[in-house]
């Protein structure tokens, strides 16, 4: 007890050496980001959707860990050192687990590749493994690089749509990678910076060269989904003026950042440009 | 001098709804003056001007004239068969029972939401529904049992679809179970108005071709056997009718509410008393009804689109409490 307690004190000093022995996450981002960084025994838990593989990049090794509600209940009796947690998640069980003197530890959504380096760097100073987060962001800043090199002429402009025609906004980590890869998001034209719905007549009106979707081939399992379908949709954007990047790629900032930008590049070729 | 009237109307609501039709045409998020729309309607204009007023407003003005010709025709309809005020379809829970059939069958992997899985579930259901309740209130055409009743279906239809979308596994249930419940016509395809038009058809065929039934029927139950009608393949009919138009409806739409009961009522001094002579222009001015909600849903400014199920609730709404008001005497003399 004593020892766990220095243990979360000297965390909190930063001092790397005494890092916590178990810590569960209960956000998919940082899941991904204790999956790459910890030792296998460091990790006490996963978040509710650590093994949905439509979600995460590292679905299949989060099989290896229990597996928690995102509620506080698991958590307590697991008495972890440390969460980590999404900073937009629910307060109550936040509550709950600090009444418990359970640390927790927030995550913001990161809004570039630079604010997710700063995460990997803070995730690795946390479990005690700087030099597995420098080898990250490495790996990122060469794929980022190489993304550069072979970015999009003339800035060509893309919408990224998901369902119900929610527009990805300009201040977010996929408009950094876009931007990256030389493209310009569209989404700036129509205001949305945060991202926001859009009806369909305002996607076709605005005119982007691409749009970037999630699934090459959708289907229409809500009407929220149908709209990807629409056939206004499909006539503007046949398949050479789509980029197909899947969410698992794009929700969370991490270890799929160099297969995300290779992957824009490549799909980049395969647009005609 | 109702029977000039009479005649008035049946030129000035088809007439209204071909106004309403063309100025759906004309509204949207994107700006587009009449003589361009006009021109992309018979396929000039840009491109992207053809798309956005071809297959984006057209089909959504299409549905939005069909489903509120739909709701009003099943109100008329169903008013007449339980010669009762207060019946319409959305106030004993066809649309909510629709609305989980077409749950249903995407939960059970039947088919997607462009399937025609989607409207034919949707269609038992409401028949299910309707059923019930005709059953329940039986010839007696009691308007407290036909409330109560009522309340008790969409109550039940309603969880049902809740439950059916909060087991989904899919992290959006929330966005789609407001979806279904609130109704919209936002950014619909032709694939829609194909999923949903031969049903419709259908089902105001059926409702149209009893009409003289109706007639008769108002004399009551008895009177209306002793004159040859067949009062229960009346009903099955009427149901059957309902059935899939509101069905069919709520597979492209969602529930849309209060159309069927409004609409009735409003037509009810225009034409008589004659529940025959009721469906025709409560077929009009459903449409015209939904229509201009539809537009108003995209001129009102908000920061997210307002949906139109919720506007024709807003309107319904306060109208039943009127109705309940001046039936409270009889709802009194019941209890």
């Given at each position: 007890?004593?020892f766990r307690t220095l243990a979360v004190a000297a965390l909190l000093v930063g001092a790397a050496q005494a890092a916590p022995l178990r810590i569960a996450s209960i956000n998919m981002c940082a899941d991904q980001l204790l999956q790459t960084l910890a030792d296998p025994e460091q990790i006490a838990g996963l978040g509710p959707y650590s093994r949905d593989a439509?979600l995460s990049w590292l679905a299949e090794d989060a099989?290896k860990y229990p597996r928690l509600?995102g509620?506080?209940?698991?958590i307590?009796?697991l008495k972890p050192d440390l969460v980590l947690a999404g900073k937009y998640g629910k307060k109550?069980t936040r509550?709950?687990l600090e009444?418990?003197k359970i640390k927790v530890v927030d995550f913001d959504v990161p809004r570039s590749i630079d604010e997710v380096k700063a995460q990997v760097r803070r995730v690795g100073d946390i479990v005690g493994h700087p030099e597995r987060a420098s080898a990250l962001n490495e790996k990122i800043d060469v794929a980022a690089a190489r993304a550069r090199t072979k970015a999009?002429?003339?800035?060509?402009?893309?919408?990224a749509?998901?369902?119900?025609?929610?527009?990805a906004g300009t201040n977010n980590l996929l408009s950094s990678l876009l931007a990256t890869a030389g493209l310009?998001n569209?989404?700036?034209?129509?205001?949305?910076k945060t991202g926001?719905?859009?009806?369909?007549?305002?996607?076709?009106?605005?005119?982007?060269?691409?749009?970037?979707?999630?699934?090459?081939?959708?289907?229409?399992?809500?009407?929220?989904?149908?709209?990807?379908?629409?056939?206004?949709?499909?006539?503007?954007?046949?398949?050479?003026?789509?980029?197909?990047i899947p969410e698992q790629l794009t929700i969370c900032g991490g270890p799929m950042l160099p297969a995300a930008l290779d992957r824009l590049s490549?799909?980049?070729?395969?647009?005609?440009? | 001098?109702?029977?000039?009237?009479?005649?008035?109307?049946?030129?000035?609501?088809?007439?209204?709804?071909?106004?309403?039709?063309?100025?759906?045409?004309?509204?949207?998020?994107?700006?587009?003056?009449?003589?361009?729309?006009?021109?992309?309607?018979?396929?000039?204009?840009?491109?992207?001007?053809?798309?956005?007023?071809?297959?984006?407003?057209?089909?959504?003005?299409?549905?939005?004239?069909?489903?509120?010709?739909?709701?009003?025709?099943?109100?008329?309809?169903?008013?007449?068969?339980?010669?009762?005020?207060?019946?319409?379809?959305?106030?004993?829970?066809?649309?909510?029972?629709?609305?989980?059939?077409?749950?249903?069958?995407?939960?059970?992997?039947?088919?997607?939401?462009?399937?025609?899985?989607?409207?034919?579930?949707?269609?038992?259901?409401?028949?299910?529904?309707?059923?019930?309740?005709?059953?329940?209130?039986?010839?007696?055409?009691?308007?407290?049992?036909?409330?109560?009743?009522?309340?008790?279906?969409?109550?039940?239809?309603?969880?049902?679809?809740?439950?059916?979308?909060?087991?989904?596994?899919?992290?959006?249930?929330?966005?789609?179970?407001?979806?279904?419940?609130?109704?919209?016509?936002?950014?619909?395809?032709?694939?829609?108005?194909?999923?949903?038009?031969?049903?419709?058809?259908?089902?105001?065929?059926?409702?149209?071709?009893?009409?003289?039934?109706?007639?008769?029927?108002?004399?009551?139950?008895?009177?209306?056997?002793?004159?040859?009608?067949?009062?229960?393949?009346?009903?099955?009919?009427?149901?059957?009718?309902?059935?899939?138009?509101?069905?069919?409806?709520?597979?492209?739409?969602?529930?849309?509410?209060?159309?069927?009961?409004?609409?009735?009522?409003?037509?009810?001094?225009?034409?008589?008393?004659?529940?025959?002579?009721?469906?025709?222009?409560?077929?009009?001015?459903?449409?015209?009804?939904?229509?201009?909600?539809?537009?108003?849903?995209?001129?009102?400014?908000?920061?997210?689109?307002?949906?139109?199920?919720?506007?024709?609730?807003?309107?319904?709404?306060?109208?039943?409490?009127?109705?309940?008001?001046?039936?409270?005497?009889?709802?009194?003399?019941?209890?």
């Amino acid at each position: 007890m004593i020892f766990r307690t220095l243990a979360v004190a000297a965390l909190l000093v930063g001092a790397a050496q005494a890092a916590p022995l178990r810590i569960a996450s209960i956000n998919m981002c940082a899941d991904q980001l204790l999956q790459t960084l910890a030792d296998p025994e460091q990790i006490a838990g996963l978040g509710p959707y650590s093994r949905d593989a439509s979600l995460s990049w590292l679905a299949e090794d989060a099989k290896k860990y229990p597996r928690l509600t995102g509620e506080a209940e698991d958590i307590i009796a697991l008495k972890p050192d440390l969460v980590l947690a999404g900073k937009y998640g629910k307060k109550a069980t936040r509550d709950l687990l600090e009444d418990q003197k359970i640390k927790v530890v927030d995550f913001d959504v990161p809004r570039s590749i630079d604010e997710v380096k700063a995460q990997v760097r803070r995730v690795g100073d946390i479990v005690g493994h700087p030099e597995r987060a420098s080898a990250l962001n490495e790996k990122i800043d060469v794929a980022a690089a190489r993304a550069r090199t072979k970015a999009a002429q003339g800035h060509p402009k893309i919408l990224a749509v998901s369902r119900r025609g929610w527009i990805a906004g300009t201040n977010n980590l996929l408009s950094s990678l876009l931007a990256t890869a030389g493209l310009a998001n569209a989404a700036g034209e129509l205001g949305l910076k945060t991202g926001g719905f859009v009806s369909l007549e305002t996607i076709i009106a605005a005119k982007p060269d691409l749009i970037l979707v999630a699934e090459a081939a959708p289907s229409a399992e809500d009407q929220g989904k149908a709209l990807l379908l629409h056939p206004a949709l499909d006539r503007n954007y046949p398949p050479e003026r789509r980029i197909v990047i899947p969410e698992q790629l794009t929700i969370c900032g991490g270890p799929m950042l160099p297969a995300a930008l290779d992957r824009l590049s490549e799909a980049m070729s395969g647009t005609g440009r | 001098m109702l029977s000039s009237q009479r005649s008035l109307l049946n030129v000035l609501l088809p007439a209204l709804v071909c106004v309403l039709a063309l100025a759906s045409l004309g509204v949207g998020a994107v700006h587009l003056p009449i003589p361009t729309v006009v021109d992309a309607l018979f396929g000039g204009a840009t491109e992207a001007q053809r798309a956005i007023v071809q297959e984006i407003r057209l089909p959504r003005t299409l549905l939005a004239a069909t489903i509120g010709a739909m709701h009003g025709l099943s109100g008329a309809a169903l008013q007449g068969l339980l010669r009762n005020p207060l019946a319409a379809p959305s106030l004993f829970g066809a649309p909510q029972a629709a609305a989980f059939g077409a749950v249903l069958a995407i939960a059970t992997g039947l088919g997607d939401a462009l399937s025609f899985a989607l409207p034919l579930s949707a269609i038992l259901m409401a028949f299910l529904s309707a059923f019930v309740l005709v059953a329940i209130v039986g010839r007696e055409s009691n308007l407290l049992l036909l409330i109560l009743a009522g309340l008790a279906l969409s109550s039940l239809a309603g969880a049902a679809t809740a439950l059916a979308l909060n087991l989904a596994a899919s992290p959006f249930a929330a966005l789609e179970i407001s979806f279904w419940l609130l109704g919209s016509l936002d950014d619909r395809s032709f694939r829609h108005v194909l999923l949903a038009w031969p049903f419709m058809a259908c089902g105001a065929f059926l409702l149209f071709a009893r009409r003289d039934a109706f007639r008769v029927l108002s004399l009551g139950e008895e009177a209306a056997q002793s004159l040859g009608v067949n009062v229960s393949a009346l009903r099955l009919h009427v149901i059957l009718g309902v059935a899939l138009g509101v069905g069919a409806s709520v597979a492209v739409s969602g529930t849309i509410g209060f159309i069927g009961l409004v609409v009735p009522h409003l037509m009810r001094p225009l034409v008589g008393h004659d529940p025959g002579r009721l469906l025709a222009p409560s077929a009009f001015a459903g449409a015209a009804l939904l229509l201009a909600a539809d537009i108003a849903v995209r001129l009102i400014p908000s920061t997210s689109s307002i949906k139109v199920g919720v506007l024709t609730s807003l309107i319904g709404v306060p109208f039943f409490l009127y109705l309940v008001f001046r039936e409270r005497r009889k709802l009194e003399a019941a209890a």
